[in-house]
């Protein structure tokens, strides 16, 4: 890398000597039919106490076990060969589409996967934001995102159909310049953030600023990014993404309003220049103990007495 020019690794479009353009170009074009049903879990016959290798999909997935296994140890390492490693396997994950607005009033929109919700109560959401200057000049020069987000801003999540707007927002515009334009997307107003929500986002959250966390490496010491936090003021949500309220209440759950996955079509990152989205979302019960100990600890004993297993 040179030693004298900022390379993000998220919005360089030769990453690594590739012109990325091409990697795509002898794919199958998208399926964009209407994809989703649920189904049910993946291994229906499993029991309480049994092993991976007793259902088909596990005796599957643990024949892989035969390649074994690379170990990385992170201390020493090129960064850039742990960063690709870890956003590839750290998957799929889900991304922020941030708009935040600077202090001379320039808009600004990116997007963000290492991103998620932390809790529901208060409702906070995060996202970190690398600094890649500390790697070339060792100076703290800030994503526009983060240096706008010391108030406020919005999380959009991304759906198929606005995909490619979306990916485009992380081009590395200068300050001054806003992405809204170039995406081609829709601001609209927020009720309680100076920062507009994206109109074509079917779930968008209006967030002041709760906290902020700067990263600093803990053998060097340089500033490499930043955690914010963002407390959660308001929710907007499509109504055509909702589960249907009627089935809803027919199946007993308590909540009354929430999100159906075949219906938003979010789309994560999956590393590299992938992303996925859910085509086949399936359903699996959880046990309580208080409901269900008995039958549990009746069948793993079971279990372990035919297979010849001690306690
Ligand atoms: C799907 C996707 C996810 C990204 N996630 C992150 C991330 O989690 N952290 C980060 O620092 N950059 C991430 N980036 C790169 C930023 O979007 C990019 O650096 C952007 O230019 C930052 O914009 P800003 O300077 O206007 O805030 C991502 C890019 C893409 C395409």
């Given at each position: 890398?040179?030693?004298?020019?900022?390379?993000?690794?998220?919005?360089?479009?030769?990453?690594?000597?590739?012109?990325?353009?091409?990697?795509?170009?002898?794919?199958?074009?998208?399926?964009?039919?209407?994809?989703?049903?649920?189904?049910?879990?993946?291994?229906?016959?499993?029991?309480?106490?049994?092993?991976?290798?007793?259902?088909?999909?596990?005796?599957?997935?643990?024949?892989?076990?035969?390649?074994?296994?690379?170990?990385?140890?992170?201390?020493?390492?090129?960064?850039?060969?742990?960063?690709?490693?870890?956003?590839?396997?750290?998957?799929?994950?889900p991304i922020a589409f941030v708009s935040s607005v600077s202090e001379d009033g320039v808009?600004?929109?990116?997007?963000?996967?290492?991103?998620?919700?932390?809790?529901?109560?208060?409702?906070?959401?995060?996202?970190?934001?690398?600094?890649?200057?500390?790697?070339?000049?060792?100076?703290?020069?800030f994503k526009d995102s983060v240096e706008n987000t010391t108030k406020e801003f919005t999380?959009?999540?991304?759906?198929?159909?606005?995909?490619?707007?979306?990916?485009?927002?992380?081009?590395?515009?200068?300050?001054?310049?806003?992405?809204?334009?170039?995406?081609?997307?829709?601001?609209?107003?927020?009720?309680?953030?100076?920062?507009?929500?994206?109109?074509?986002?079917?779930?968008?959250?209006?967030?002041?600023?709760?906290?902020?966390?700067?990263?600093?490496?803990?053998?060097?010491?340089?500033?490499?990014?930043?955690?914010?936090?963002?407390?959660?003021?308001?929710?907007?949500?499509?109504?055509?993404?909702?589960?249907?309220?009627?089935?809803?209440?027919?199946?007993?759950?308590?909540?009354?309003?929430?999100?159906?996955?075949?219906?938003?079509?979010?789309?994560?990152?999956?590393?590299?220049?992938?992303?996925?989205?859910v085509r086949e979302p399936f359903r699996l019960p959880r046990s309580s103990w208080e409901?269900?100990?008995?039958?549990?600890?009746?069948?793993?004993?079971?279990?372990?007495?035919?297979?010849?297993?001690?306690?």
């Amino acid at each position: 890398m040179s030693s004298n020019v900022t390379i993000d690794p998220d919005v360089s479009s030769t990453l690594y000597g590739r012109d990325l353009q091409s990697c795509i170009e002898n794919l199958p074009a998208f399926n964009s039919n209407d994809p989703v049903a649920y189904t049910q879990p993946p291994n229906p016959g499993w029991k309480f106490g049994m092993k991976v290798e007793e259902t088909e999909e596990g005796r599957k997935w643990v024949e892989g076990e035969k390649q074994g296994w690379k170990r990385v140890d992170t201390e020493g390492e090129d960064w850039m060969k742990v960063y690709q490693l870890m956003l590839s396997g750290i998957q799929p994950r889900p991304i922020a589409f941030v708009s935040s607005v600077s202090e001379d009033g320039v808009d600004n929109l990116a997007p963000f996967s290492f991103f998620n919700a932390v809790g529901p109560f208060p409702p906070l959401v995060s996202y970190s934001a690398m600094n890649l200057t500390w790697e070339t000049d060792g100076t703290s020069k800030f994503k526009d995102s983060v240096e706008n987000t010391t108030k406020e801003f919005t999380v959009n999540m991304i759906s198929i159909p606005w995909a490619e707007q979306a990916n485009f927002a992380s081009i590395d515009t200068p300050h001054d310049v806003s992405e809204w334009e170039l995406t081609g997307l829709t601001k609209m107003e927020s009720t309680h953030v100076k920062a507009p929500r994206v109109k074509e986002s079917a779930f968008s959250m209006e967030c002041e600023l709760f906290h902020t966390y700067d990263i600093i490496h803990p053998k060097t010491k340089q500033h490499t990014g930043t955690v914010v936090y963002g407390l959660v003021k308001c929710i907007h949500v499509r109504n055509d993404v909702l589960v249907d309220s009627k089935e809803l209440e027919a199946s007993g759950h308590k909540a009354k309003i929430i999100v159906d996955p075949a219906k938003i079509r979010t789309i994560a990152r999956m590393g590299d220049i992938t992303y996925g989205h859910v085509r086949e979302p399936f359903r699996l019960p959880r046990s309580s103990w208080e409901k269900d100990g008995e039958v549990v600890k009746k069948v793993v004993d079971e279990y372990k007495k035919e297979k010849g297993l001690g306690n």
